[in-house]
């Protein structure tokens, strides 16, 4: 929930379409330091809806228990003490956005890991990564906090998607100034779990992707090198065939000529090391790679679909910006001849995987606005553009968020 200069914890109701008697909004009314109320504001609809609200003791989060059921259309929680972290909904029976409060915020931070409740733990991982994207909380103090905690998460499925977003935080939320930084405590970290995780675990391995793609340092990319030669071991982790295309695309990106890359293709011939060396090929960081991509993409006829999403996937790299400015201009003057020459599915990967997704800034904002003011956009495409426009606007209101984090300016409301 979140605090304002008043005092109050505020949660936001979501109303998904035809969905009925749904909590619009519910405030927590906390007005001094011993207690709070919660009451809900308004109802949609008829149908009933359960809200919780729970509160983790001063002794520690993980005595998280659940404080009160407030009763179906009733409109107040009895009054109860305060605790360090509040969330409601904490058992996710409505339909809400959740947003923490400063304590409850420092409360995660520190000792979001040592929730028992698996529940509780994804209702706060999920109110974290809205709070990410809404530019509520910084990239600088979002890629720490799940750096501090994902050791609680033993799910597999969750480790994943905690990691990528942590990659999402350095990447597309955050200063590009802090980008260098936030990687070198990414890889660090991810080397450390790397090494520590149960041999030839799942959780070994994700860790083992998440080093190889946060890596730049030379010491780092020493590292992913050594385990492509052999020389670097760690037990019980299989190099396999995916995990050395990994490592040859990691390499490709910082600069690793064609002959690694022709040397893995050698050993694996097959129609997905094609794919794989297609894409390390596109991720090189010179002007002739990116340029031979291009002309593929446009000019080729022949290429199949899984062989262009491979190139257009490695085509665009965050740290690789000055390559691909040049490509915002030719991306929109292609999109309309690419649609109508091209099948659907075709046409519809290109115009969702060539957006200058890279190109975080007013100039993409602007000629995606003017292209979408134009005669006869397609529909599909239409909708491809807005949702390219909208993410690209979160992630300027994120980076804007980080950088005033950094400078120590106030963080909007």
Request: proline share 6%.
């Amino acid at each position: 929930m979140r605090a304002s200069s008043a005092g109050r914890l505020r949660g936001t109701g979501h109303v998904p379409p035809r969905r009925a008697a749904l909590c619009q909004a519910a405030a927590i009314c906390q007005r001094h330091a011993r207690g709070l109320s919660l009451r809900r504001r308004s109802w949609i609809g008829s149908r009933p809806q359960g809200l919780v609200k729970g509160l983790a003791g001063n002794r520690g989060p993980e005595h998280l228990a659940t404080a009160c059921r407030l009763p179906e259309r009733h409109d107040r929680f009895p009054d109860h003490p305060a605790g360090s972290a509040t969330r409601a909904p904490d058992e996710d029976l409505t339909y809400a956005k959740i947003r923490l409060d400063e304590r409850s915020l420092e409360t995660a931070t520190e000792h979001l890991a040592e929730l028992t409740d698996p529940l509780a733990r994804a209702i706060t991982w999920a109110a974290l990564w809205d709070m990410l994207r809404d530019a509520e909380i910084p990239a600088r103090l979002y890629l720490p906090l799940i750096l501090n905690n994902i050791r609680g998460e033993t799910d597999i499925g969750v480790v994943q998607d905690l990691l990528a977003q942590a990659s999402s935080a350095v990447w597309i939320y955050g200063d590009p100034t802090n980008a260098d930084s936030a990687l070198q405590i990414l890889a660090e970290h991810a080397l450390r779990a790397l090494d520590g995780a149960p041999p030839g675990s799942d959780l070994q391995l994700s860790w083992a992707h998440a080093f190889i793609g946060a890596a730049r340092s030379p010491e780092h990319l020493s590292v992913v090198r050594g385990l492509l030669d052999g020389i670097k071991v760690f037990t019980g982790l299989k190099v396999d065939t995916d995990l050395r295309w990994a490592l040859v695309g990691a390499l490709a990106g910082v600069g690793a000529d064609d002959g690694l890359i022709d040397a893995e293709l050698k050993r694996d011939p097959t129609d997905d090391g094609q794919r794989h060396a297609a894409a390390a090929r596109a991720a090189r960081p010179t002007v002739e790679a990116k340029e031979q991509v291009w002309a593929s993409l446009i000019e080729d006829l022949t290429l199949p679909l899984a062989t262009m999403r491979s190139m257009m996937r490695g085509f665009h790299r965050f740290d690789q910006r000055p390559l691909l400015e040049a490509y915002s201009a030719r991306y929109f003057g292609a999109l309309a001849n690419f649609w109508k020459e091209r099948d659907i599915e075709i046409g519809l990967a290109f115009a969702r995987m060539m957006y200058p997704t890279v190109l975080v800034g007013d100039d993409t904002v602007r000629a995606t606005e003017r292209y979408l003011t134009g005669k006869d956009v397609p529909g599909p495409i239409r909708r491809v553009l807005l949702e390219a426009k909208d993410n690209m606007e979160r992630a300027m209101r994120g980076r804007a968020v980080d950088a005033a984090a950094a400078a120590g300016d106030r963080i909007p409301a």
